[in-house]
């Protein structure tokens, strides 16, 4: 659960990442359909769009996330239908066309609770509905090139009060299981030394592609197009650390 520093300084971090090139690729998705993004967090990839005149519900278990979004978005003029909610439990009388999971938001789920969103994605969206998911491969952890057990830096940012943004990160792997524990340590350095931590923890799963189709194929799904690393009209690299899957209803 994103929340106190996790959640204020989300938007900061991912975007020194140029995770924000997922915007064009998001962008060309929803094609002007009815879309949801789930997991949608402060609104990142979600308000740009909505200025952009695309029609984008969201739906985000934080309600520190949907409450940031709220401000960023009266701040803009907008005014998204977002529902503070678990997207295993999310129920609507509304039919999409298009659901996205960015940002390897799916990852956080555990492997049964990512088949359950997937399944129940049925539910709402249009025969000829398409669903979008990105999520990575953690190969920097898998070869060992990151120290396992160890707090180390993962990002920096000066906020534009002055204050020193930063975030270290400690890591647990379990290869056979595919699934990576994460823990963060926040801390935010006013101008006048006074610190501000928080901790969090995230348990990550990673799927590599045989078996995330065996899981479209066992939840009502199956794979349109495959893009890796964010680049599109390239041929997949065998290599790639992220992972963007386009879906259909099979
Ligand atoms: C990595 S952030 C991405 C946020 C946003 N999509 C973006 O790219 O800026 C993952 C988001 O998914 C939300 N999330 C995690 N598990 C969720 C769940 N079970 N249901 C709904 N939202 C969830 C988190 O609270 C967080 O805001």
């Known amino acids: 659960m994103y929340t106190d520093l996790e959640a204020q300084l989300h938007d900061l971090f991912w975007n020194q990442e140029d995770v ?12 002007g359909k009815a879309s949801l993004e789930i997991g949608c967090g402060s609104g990142r990839l979600l308000l740009p769009l909505l200025e952009n005149g695309l029609e984008i519900d969201g739906v985000e278990i934080s309600s520190e996330m949907t409450d940031l979004l709220k401000v960023a978005a009266d701040s803009k003029g907008l005014n998204p ?7 295993l439990d999310f129920t609507t009388s509304k039919i999409y066309d298009r659901v996205s ?16 969103m997937l399944s129940n994605m049925l539910d709402y969206t249009s025969s000829d509905a398409k669903a979008y998911l990105t999520l ?20 920096e940012a000066k906020l534009t009060d002055g204050s020193l943004a930063q975030c270290k990160t400690k890591f647990s792997i379990n290869r056979l299981q595919q699934a990576l524990a994460r823990k963060h340590q926040y801390t935010v350095t ?7 931590t928080h901790r969090s923890a995230q348990d990550l799963q ?3 592609l045989p078996e995330l189709n065996l899981i479209l194929e066992a939840t009502g799904w199956q794979l349109e197009t495959l893009i890796t690393d964010l680049e599109e009209d390239t041929q997949p690299d065998s290599d790639a650390h992220i ?6 209803k099979s």
Do not use: C, M
């Open 20 to 31: 924000l090139s997922e915007l064009p690729l998001l962008e060309k998705f929803y094609d």
């Open 81 to 87: 239908s977002v529902v503070t909610a678990d997207i």
């Open 101 to 116: 999971v960015p940002a390897f938001t799916a990852q956080l789920l555990d492997r049964a609770g990512f088949r359950t």
């Open 136 to 155: 990575f491969i953690p190969w920097a952890e898998i070869a060992g090139e990151l120290p396992e057990g160890d707090w180390y830096p993962d990002h």
């Open 190 to 196: 006013a101008k006048n030394g006074k610190k501000k």
């Open 206 to 208: 990673w799927y590599t």
């Open 243 to 248: 992972l963007t899957l386009v879906i259909k």
